[in-house]
């Protein structure tokens, strides 16, 4: 049973009853809809209460459902949300903790409602791409009034009951209980109070006026504008609240609901809502059970103080873990930590973290030169320079010292972590942890499992991510992990696109029109283009046979090395981050070509973002075929959160989805006719291939 029934005397209580969120699926909302049944016909009951068990009232729509048919089956959300109005009997909502989507729609659909101070009460759908489909958005601007209610239906994000209680004339909520822990005893009393009222009020029926109604909904359109450019969620929950306050009741639900169906077909909502379950899929690994003990890591150790190891250490610091900072000298510790204190004074001067917060955080980072100091820590990890005979001596030594069972990690981003594993005696323990620059910002973390793994050292880091708010992805062993290795085909595409007639800014204006954060170019920039240069000095010796564009080096040779030398593909003025086209080096790129005999031809930006984003799809293909990543939601994950693949795409793979793999694989096969690309690579992976025979998709 999702759904509880009991009668305390003259009052019935349904309790939702369907963890972790009392999602509203099929069995709950007929759990309440039986419940309404029995207390309707019992005649010792004159008053009914709708709460949730355990730690909501309801988090709405159940994601177990998401997009199956179960969703939408009798009795839905609006016969649920009709049954409580049709109630010939007062129906009062006892909310606490956290009542959104559906679950803040089935509370409006109550007589009545009475809140516990500190629940979090929301319309998030705006955040899947769409808008509330069950009522919201026609009755919260009638218990709110129509700007409070769009401002939270058009941001999605929670609002405290107790300062909803505030607003000027609302009529969210009759009452608020004195605490969490009286609402129960209260909304029984409450129940009580108005048992005998007739006719019962009804959200519906009160009117919901805006006295500069379209002088308003013109402003709100305007200020959504900027939110909407790659949304269309956004504009309609302007639309739908401006009928709520224009059209008569019955009409305004069928405005939202019409609305509500356009955008769930629409790309950027299924893009969205696939990423919401992406999320959510990427912290479980198949053969990891969910109830695998932990390891308890109640303190760290970070070796490095480098840009990195500050970064790591910030999100533990944030997270009230202790770390503890080592470095071969002092000075290198001591600008470390005059960074971590920059970075923490920069938020603290711009008003967005407490100055006790931040003594707090600085109080848990303490430093030292020797590695005796680092045995009481429950996770080491490493984040020293990138050669493997200094990560040898590391892990010789963290082997030496560290308790065991203690984790030991490596941000390696290039190195074999089955290799730095193999430096111990205890390889089990050891795994890799590569965190993205700025490592205090980037939400991505790869997990690296080496061969030899322990599965409790993967349901452990995995949860540690979780508690410094990371997005993991598990990845396997391999050059460059999911995403660098992914992110070294689309390079070297960009490099042809150049060679072939573009410029550095035509082909990141191209990105950025489809949505990247920054077009490849800026990228590297931003990276440092020496970090590329170095990959491909290793590639040439490795695969002699690959087919590189030379002219990234031809930049790295004049010094160019990106943001911090001012200068690379474009130029930059000291402290500022503009990308500024630079006329040598489109030069540069023009001479090259004479000089490898090829005559510039115009190239779309379709082609641009097609020979990119393949380039990583392809890629991507071989990865999941290799069991590098364990499902292609992961892969998406990877690029939104550590690439800047824009969210309303919803990932490369789902991209690739969306436009049809049959398609994909057609373009490629154009891209193999081109002389100046290269053949071999854009034969489409086995798996991909496969795919789009059958007219399947990735995810
Ligand atoms: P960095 O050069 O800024 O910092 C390295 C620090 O390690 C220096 O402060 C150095 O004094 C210290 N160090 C060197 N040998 C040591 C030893 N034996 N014992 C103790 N400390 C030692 O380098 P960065 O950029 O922080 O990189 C560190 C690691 O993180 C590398 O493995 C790199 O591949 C990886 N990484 C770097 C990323 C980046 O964007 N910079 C991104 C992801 C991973």
Redesign the pocket.
């Known amino acids: 049973m999702t759904a509880q029934y009991q009668v305390h005397g003259d009052v019935a209580i349904i309790t939702l009853d369907n963890p972790p969120v009392n999602g509203l699926g099929l069995a709950t909302r007929q759990g309440i809809t039986d419940g309404m049944a029995k207390a309707n016909a019992d005649a010792a009951v004159k008053a009914i209460i709708v709460t949730g068990a355990g730690k909501a009232f309801s988090g709405g729509a159940d994601i177990k459902e998401f997009g199956s048919p179960k969703a939408m089956q009798e009795p839905n959300l609006n016969s649920v949300i009709s049954v409580l109005e049709n109630s010939a009997k007062p129906v009062i909502g006892a909310i606490h903790t956290v009542a959104m989507g559906g679950g803040l729609e089935l509370a409006l659909g109550c007589h009545y409602r009475i809140a516990a101070p500190g629940a979090g009460i929301a319309l998030p759908e705006v955040k899947l791409g769409l808008i509330p489909g069950a009522g919201g958005t026609q009755r919260l601007p009638r218990v709110l009034g129509a700007e409070a209610a769009l401002n939270m239906i058009v941001s999605g994000e929670p609002v405290k009951s107790e300062m909803l209680v505030m607003l000027p004339g609302q009529k969210l909520f009759d009452k608020l209980s004195v605490s969490a822990e009286s609402l129960a005893e209260e909304a029984l009393a409450f129940a009580r109070s108005v048992a005998d009222v007739r006719p019962l009020p009804l959200v519906r029926d009160l009117k919901c006026k805006h006295p500069q109604g379209d002088a308003y909904f013109q402003f709100a359109r305007n200020m959504v504008k900027g939110m909407s450019k790659n949304f269309p969620a956004p504009a309609k929950c302007v639309d739908a609240v401006e009928a709520a306050t224009k059209k008569k009741f019955d009409d305004g639900m069928a405005v939202e609901r019409e609305l509500f169906i356009h955008l769930m077909w629409t790309p950027e909502s299924k893009s969205l809502r696939h990423l919401f379950l992406a999320e959510r899929a990427a912290s479980k690994i198949p053969d990891v059970p969910a109830d695998t003990a932990q390891r308890a890591i109640n303190s760290i150790a970070v070796?490095?103080?480098?840009?990195?190891?500050g970064g790591i250490a910030m999100n533990f610091l944030n997270a009230g873990i202790p770390v503890k900072m080592?470095?071969?000298k002092q000075d290198?510790l001591d600008r470390?930590v005059a960074t971590i204190r920059k970075n923490y004074e920069a938020q603290v001067k711009k008003g967005k973290l407490k100055q006790d917060k931040y003594d707090q955080r600085m109080a848990l980072l303490t430093t030292t030169l020797s590695y005796d100091d680092l045995g009481g820590t429950d996770m080491v990890i490493e984040?020293?320079?990138?050669e493997i005979g200094?990560k040898e001596?590391?892990f010789k030594e963290l082997d030496r010292v560290m308790k065991p069972g203690a984790i030991l990690a490596s941000?390696?981003?290039?190195l074999d972590v089955d290799k730095i594993a193999s430096f111990t005696k205890r390889p089990e323990d050891v795994v890799g942890l590569?965190?993205?620059?700025p490592a205090n910002v980037m939400k991505l973390l790869e997990v690296v499992r080496g061969a030899k793994t322990a599965k409790d050292v993967m349901a452990t880091v995995m949860s540690v991510a979780k508690k410094i708010r990371k997005t993991a992805v598990v990845s396997g062993v391999c050059d460059g992990f999911i995403g660098n290795r992914m992110i070294e085909q689309y390079g070297r595409q960009g490099g042809f696109l150049l060679d072939e007639g573009c410029t550095p800014a035509q082909v990141d204006k191209a990105m950025e029109k489809f949505g990247m954060a920054m077009g490849p170019f800026r990228m590297g920039d931003l990276?440092g283009n020496d970090i590329g240069w170095a990959i491909r000095k290793r590639r040439y010796q490795e695969k002699p046979n690959m087919k590189y564009s030379k002219t990234a080096d031809l930049l790295c040779e004049k010094g160019r090395y990106g943001q911090k030398t001012g200068a690379g593909w474009y130029d930059y003025v000291a402290g500022k981050r503009d990308a500024i086209p630079n006329a040598e080096v489109v030069a540069m790129i023009e001479e090259h070509r004479k000089s490898l005999g090829i005559t510039p031809r115009k190239i779309s930006d379709e082609e641009i973002v097609q020979r990119l984003v393949f380039s990583l799809v392809n890629e991507a293909a071989h990865i999941l075929e290799e069991g590098i990543a364990n499902k292609a939601s992961d892969i998406d994950i990877v690029y939104i959160f550590g690439y800047g693949f824009p969210a309303h795409r919803g990932g490369p793979m789902n991209y690739a989805d969306q436009v049809g793999l049959f398609n994909v694989v057609q373009a490629m096969n154009r891209f193999a006719q081109n002389p100046l690309d290269d053949a071999k690579f854009w034969q489409p992976a086995p798996m991909l291939a496969r795919l789009a025979t059958e007219g399947k998709t990735f995810n």
């Open positions: 070796i490095g103080a480098g840009t990195m190891g080592l470095e071969m290198a470390g984040a020293v320079f990138e200094v001596a590391v941000n390696t981003s290039t590569h965190f993205f620059s990276a």
